[in-house]
């Protein structure tokens, strides 16, 4: 995992990332961007502050460029801003090209079912519904 893909994980924006590294900004757009890289040792060391079990996780992107990682042996996937998913199937066999649409599928109807569950949450709070 690269720097970019490691703060991907966590959802942070750069400023955030590099207020919480103690990493200047600028130096952290010069790693992202590939004017300059960071020392393996830095990227470890900024890896295992994280809830990322970077020897264990696997790279998926979809036909859009969205990124999702799988961790094998914890038995998860998350997405970019770190949405973290358990899942029960082991995904060792699956094709390539398909994982990436049924990853993505799965991220999209774990938001469409949070934001129903918020929209639900909120009209609650307004109107007098009992619900059977």
């Excluded at 997405?79 to 358990?86: M, V």
Aim: proline letters at 3%; hydrophobic letters at 30%; glycine letters at 6%.
């Amino acid at each position: 995992m690269n720097i970019k893909e490691i703060r991907n994980t966590t959802g942070l924006s750069q400023r955030s990332f590099s207020k919480i590294f103690n990493i200047p900004i600028s130096t952290l757009q010069k790693w992202e961007q590939g004017e300059s890289s960071p020392t393996p040792y830095i990227i470890k060391l900024i890896a295992n502050q994280l809830p990322i079990d970077n020897d264990n996780m696997c790279k998926i992107e979809d036909n859009k460029g969205k990124i999702y990682y799988y961790n094998r042996e914890a038995g998860y996937l998350i997405d970019s801003i770190g949405t973290k998913i358990q899942i029960g199937e082991d995904l060792n066999g699956v094709k390539e090209k398909n994982l990436s649409l049924y990853v993505a599928d799965l991220f999209e109807s774990y938001y469409e079912i949070v934001d129903k569950f918020n929209r639900d949450c909120r009209l609650d709070k307004t109107e007098d519904i009992i619900w059977s």
